[in-house]
């Protein structure tokens, strides 16, 4: 019934080798290990009846929240999110090798993606994992999309690699992907910052008209109204002959934005798949 007072119950493991209430790739064979272990405990705590508030009573999402957060603070462990629609995802990505240590709701928020987009996501990217370990590495990043390992695609992989590892996650992965889409969430400093990689090809942290030049043929629009472009890089670093910095750079869009479309078109040819393919997959 609606409204009335609940007996909040801890369920606690108490493990010393395998835990059985573990998630991720742990759970290869779970059965089997849970069986050849001389005991599985489980302990379980009653927690005092939970009495609703009148605002509780007539709102059950806020009731139940709130039992919830109850229960995690007598058990010291965080809550998550995680609905019906991560419980279904979490046997894709098992089998693809991925931890399911993201939920879809925030998925939905900052991607705008819905469960079946995530599972083309999801296939992509076991697709690209070729050592099947949940992570990919500079390596096998450049073998999957065709190309030869270079600076060029060292300085795109380190976008995708949000935390430095090294590897590049399938949270991670969404979220480079999402940065090069066209309908990009992501804030323009963070548009800025994959656009000035692309055209700083010699990684020296400053862009010249050269590689404007190259930059701009490798996205096929030509160098139509590149003498005036680099009319504004001399007035942006007259000192250094046109060679600018990345604040520069980011002025240098603001009085073109032909030159951010370009280098975001070059950054959706490299990567070979955007979350609009993605939508294009599941229609």
């Given at each position: 019934l609606p409204g009335v007072p609940v007996q909040p119950i801890v369920l606690s493991y108490p493990h010393r080798h395998l835990n059985v209430a573990d998630v991720g790739h742990c759970t290869n064979f779970m059965e089997l290990r849970m069986m050849v272990q001389l005991a599985n405990r489980m302990e379980v705590t009653l927690l005092p009846a939970y009495r609703p508030s009148a605002e509780e009573?007539?709102?059950?999402?806020?009731?139940?929240?709130?039992?919830?957060?109850?229960i995690a603070s007598a058990k010291q462990v965080p809550t998550t999110r995680?609905?019906?629609?991560?419980?279904?995802?979490?046997?894709?990505?098992?089998?693809?090798?991925?931890?399911?240590?993201f939920e879809m709701e925030r998925v939905t928020k900052l991607f705008n993606l819905k469960?079946?987009?995530?599972?083309?996501?999801?296939?992509?990217?076991?697709?690209?994992?070729?050592?099947?370990?949940?992570?990919?590495?500079?390596?096998?990043f450049c073998a999957a999309l065709g190309v030869g390992e270079s600076e060029r695609m060292r300085k795109l992989f380190e976008?995708?690699?949000?935390?430095?590892?090294?590897?590049?996650n399938f949270m991670e992965f969404m979220c480079g992907l999402a940065l090069v889409s066209a309908d990009s969430p992501f804030a323009a400093e963070d548009r800025y910052r994959l656009v000035f990689a692309i055209y700083d090809r010699d990684g020296d942290g400053r862009v010249e008209v050269e590689e404007l030049r190259?930059?701009?043929?490798?996205?096929?629009?030509?160098?139509?109204?590149l003498e005036e472009i680099e009319d504004?890089?001399?007035?942006?670093?007259?000192?250094?002959?046109?060679?600018?910095?990345?604040?520069e750079?980011?002025?240098?869009?603001?009085?073109?934005?032909?030159?951010l479309r370009a280098g975001l078109d070059v950054a959706r040819a490299r990567t070979r798949f955007t979350l609009s393919d993605v939508r294009e997959a599941v229609r």
């Open positions: 009573a007539a709102n059950a999402a806020l009731f139940a929240q709130n039992v919830r957060d109850l995680h609905s019906y629609e991560d419980l279904f995802l979490a046997a894709t990505a098992h089998s693809a090798g991925i931890s399911q240590d469960s079946d987009e995530v599972r083309v996501l999801i296939q992509r990217f076991h697709e690209v994992d070729r050592k099947n370990t949940g992570r990919i590495e500079f390596e096998g976008i995708f690699d949000a935390n430095d590892d090294g590897h590049i190259r930059t701009l043929q490798e996205a096929g629009v030509g160098t139509l109204g504004d890089l001399i007035r942006l670093c007259p000192e250094a002959r046109g060679r600018i910095s990345y604040e750079f980011c002025v240098l869009l603001e009085w073109n934005s032909e030159l």
